[in-house]
């Protein structure tokens, strides 16, 4: 099933893996209105309970996503930043709380805001060729679309700093080593591998891959103290939920599993 969200943003599901396409050439750069659409798909995605995961990748061989086009910030309007600030927060703190399990495809050039939506991912793969960077301070801006704390939370404060403070960009093998991103693939392999990978959630119950992602997410703002009780509600919760049943019962039963999603 392949759709056309906006003219930038398109999708296609295949089994339970929705595959999004950001498709803006030459640089795959994001616009309002992509932004726009791309907060409304992840919302779609959220009410199918047959999708389990998605992949985002870049349309073309060079980019997967230069970022912003610099041209709405040209006119140092602040009613135009105060706009594109509120629609990137939402659109990629919207991926960030997907249900189920969101993977980056990193096939090219991953700049600004085309490293801050791969941020807001689960997962991210990136092909040998990719190069990642925020360079918005080159130009009088910054991150705001969750790049300061989610590229900290990957790699620490002192790569957070030379990436963000020093400009400097990141191959993908140097972006394994410091974790922001979890593999590195050949050219050309990075959707296929993706893909791949999300499929494998489709092993797991979707209700009880939600309340694991929700309680690793849950570290990033509050103690450990916190988690462990959080962890404990939600393991019983998942008690309430029909998958609970048949994943148990699929297993003594030594048969594959017919997830509901409830």
């Known amino acids: 099933m392949q759709h056309n ?15 999004i396409t950001i498709s ?18 992840v919302l779609s995605l959220n ?23 610099l041209n709405l910030f040209a006119s140092g309007d602040k009613s135009v930043a105060i706009d594109m600030a509120r629609v990137f927060g939402e659109a990629f703190e919207t991926l960030s709380a997907f249900r189920g399990v969101s993977i980056a495809a990193i096939n090219g050039y991953a ?20 190069r990642m960077a925020l360079p918005e301070a ?22 957070a700093k030379r990436i963000i403070l020093c400009g400097e960009q990141v191959d993908a093998n140097q972006a ?37 992602k929700q309680l690793i997410q849950n570290a990033r703002t509050s103690p450990i103290s916190h988690g462990l009780v ?12 029909e998958d609970q049943k048949e994943g148990v019962n699929a297993f003594l039963e030594k048969r594959p599993p017919q997830w509901k999603n409830r």
């Open 5 to 19: 969200e906006d003219g930038a943003i398109q999708y296609q599901i295949t089994d339970h893996v929705a595959v």
């Open 111 to 130: 700049m600004g805001g085309g490293l801050e939506v791969a941020l807001a991912c689960d997962i991210r793969i990136a092909e040998q060729q990719a």
């Open 47 to 69: 009410a199918m309970p047959d999708v389990y995961a998605l992949v985002i990748t870049g349309q073309g061989e060079k980019f997967f996503s230069a970022g912003a086009d």
């Open 138 to 159: 080159k130009v009088g801006l910054l991150p705001c679309a969750g790049g300061t704390q989610n590229l900290t939370a990957l790699v620490g404060e002192g790569w």
């Open 230 to 241: 959080i962890e404990r509600e939600l393991f019983i919760g998942l008690f309430n939920s």
């Open 176 to 212: 394994v080593t410091i974790g922001l991103i979890e593999e590195v693939v050949s050219q050309g392999e990075a959707l296929s591998r993706a893909v791949a990978l999300a499929n494998n959630v489709a092993n797991q119950s979707p209700t009880s891959v939600s309340a694991c």
């Open 24 to 41: 803006n050439p030459p640089a795959n750069t994001w616009t309002r209105d992509s932004l726009v659409a791309l907060k409304q798909l």
